[in-house]
């Protein structure tokens, strides 16, 4: 299972990013797909999940700004991050848990800064 980011960069606080993660390889039913960021000098947190039937999980730090989806047929994982603030920089990583195998991309920067 390999796993894709992109959509990470550059914006001013107060902005929108989205990123995506796409997997491909042995991808199974009943799997979980989520996004995590460190900051520099943290340890990794989970910044939100989704269930492939849609149910959703998020940190408190993020909810009402932040929106996961997924698009099942393409094993596609989004996360939408609005009204971002310079708290949120960090790498952010997407990953897959499925039949009790976790696996990772490779991490995509996020800087908000003006």
């Known amino acids: 299972v390999q796993l894709q980011a992109s959509g990470g960069g550059l914006v001013q606080p107060g902005g929108s990013l989205r990123l995506s993660c796409a997997a491909s390889g042995s991808i199974f039913r009943g799997n979980v797909m989520g996004w995590y960021r460190q900051a520099p000098g943290k340890q990794r947190e989970l910044v939100a999940s989704?269930?492939?039937?849609?149910?959703?999980n998020y940190a408190d730090s993020v909810k009402g700004r932040f929106t996961i989806s997924r698009d099942n047929a393409k094993n596609t994982v989004y996360l939408q991050m609005n009204s971002l603030k310079p708290d949120d920089t960090a790498v952010y990583y997407c990953?897959?848990?499925?039949?009790?195998?976790?696996?990772w991309g490779q991490g995509t920067l996020v800087t908000v800064s003006s």
């Open positions: 990953n897959i848990n499925q039949i009790g195998e976790i696996y």
């Open positions: 989704i269930f492939s039937g849609g149910r959703t």
